[in-house]
């Protein structure tokens, strides 16, 4: 059974930083491309990173140079730093597990950037 674990999706002030981890099971972690994707209230889920099996990085354009994605094979975790954060940063933050077709989706984790 595939689980995720994600964490550190926090209330933060606009121009803070949060580091987001999700740490998988049931898997077998290296062999997976790990992403991040998010859902701000009333938008559509969208595409925050990628990181490859082998460490290569996609990013969406509105995250490019502010955040960083990153994976630990050893640990089965992927970790999104999020640094200089805006209020359009705001939203769910979901971690996901790509081979092929299959695409593993974890439960979320909340953002929330406000003053």
């Known amino acids: 059974q595939v689980q995720f674990v994600e964490s550190g999706g926090d209330l933060v002030q606009p121009g803070g930083s949060l580091r987001l981890s999700c740490a998988a099971s049931g898997i077998i972690f290296r062999i997976y491309a790990m992403g991040w994707y998010r859902q701000a209230p009333g938008k559509q889920r969208e595409l925050v990173a990628q990181i490859s099996k082998d460490g290569s990085t996609n990013y969406a354009d509105s995250v490019k140079g502010q955040f960083t994605i990153s994976r630990d094979n050893a640990k089965n975790t992927v970790y999104l730093q999020m640094n200089s954060l805006k209020p359009g940063d705001t939203a769910v933050y979901y971690c996901?597990?790509?081979?092929?077709?299959?695409?593993?989706w974890g439960q979320g984790t909340q953002v929330t950037v406000s003053s």
């Open positions: 996901t597990a790509g081979l092929g077709y299959q695409t593993y």
